[in-house]
């Protein structure tokens, strides 16, 4: 089979990835998908980067081995601990997350402060502030871990009194720092954009790191000659790890959109 007909994969932690997934089949609606959810191990953020770098290895194995022509790591975790790794394991181009969001928040910044929220484990691992610092190390980054944004995403409390309140605990400090620039450095803000904006302020660019990573595999498509030719609707296929029922559930808010072919593996 030739290369560009193969599918782009995508795999994260559980359902959060799909709002990457979203962006890329929106930018690149002729494209086949495979996705992975490792819902029987979410979360990610929480865990050590020796777990996440060896369950991201597993995830990708899986992923090659169906055949895929571009692997997109969709979990900000994995790819603050693990891009590096699966990139010296696979030849395939390997697409994380942070970079594009990194590389978008160092440009828009005026005032060069940027606040960056994530899960825990990529506000420890440091990965958003290095990529924006290697391009400006003017650039003052303040990083704020903000993990129970991901269960009110999933709950789909993301405009009532408690999101409202959760926002305004986590962020106002960032405000308070003055920052023009904020990424949303998990997989799961963009749902809460909402209330982020209320407590941010319109004057705060906001960095939808999907939107941003959505961008860099159509150019690496385009770049490698690896986009497909045929103009039909893409088709996709999403495995997962554990709970089919809740992964459809909580997906279809997600995505907007009813999820077949949902299959587990293990
Ligand atoms: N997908 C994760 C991320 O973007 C959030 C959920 C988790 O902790 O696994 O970092």
């Known amino acids: 089979m030739q290369v560009e007909k193969l599918p782009i994969g995508i795999f994260d932690s559980g359902v959060g990835g799909l709002t990457v997934f979203k962006e890329i089949i929106s930018l690149l609606p002729h494209e086949d998908v495979i996705y992975l959810g490792d819902t029987a191990r979410v979360p990610y953020g929480t865990r050590s980067p020796q777990t996440v770098v060896k369950y991201s290895q597993e995830n990708t194995r899986f992923l090659i081995g169906q055949g895929i022509k571009v692997l997109v790591v969709a979990c900000n975790t994995s790819s603050a601990v693990s891009l590096l790794t699966l990139k010296q394991e696979h030849a395939l181009p390997i697409i994380g997350v942070i970079e594009p969001g990194a590389r978008r928040a160092s440009e828009v910044t005026e005032n060069k402060r940027i606040g960056v929220i994530g899960t825990e484990g990529t506000v420890k691992s440091r990965a958003y502030e290095q990529t924006i610092k290697a391009v400006d190390d003017q650039i003052t980054v303040m990083s704020r871990a903000c993990p129970l944004f991901v269960s009110l995403a999933e709950e789909g409390w993301v405009d009532n009194e408690v999101a409202r309140l959760t926002a305004q605990g986590y962020l106002r400090p960032l405000r308070e720092e003055r920052i023009d620039t904020l990424v949303l450095g998990c997989t799961h803000y963009p749902l809460l954009e909402g209330v982020i904006r209320e407590v941010m302020g319109d004057e705060v660019y906001l960095v939808n790191s999907a939107k941003e990573t959505a961008k860099e595999v159509q150019q690496v498509l385009t770049e490698g ?3 497909k030719a045929a103009k039909k609707d893409g ?10 029922q809740r992964f459809i559930k909580v997906g279809e808010r997600f995505l907007g959109r009813p999820l077949r072919t949902v299959e587990l593996v293990t």
């Open 225 to 227: 000659r690896l986009a």
């Open 235 to 244: 088709s996709y296929r999403f495995y997962i790890t554990d709970n089919r």
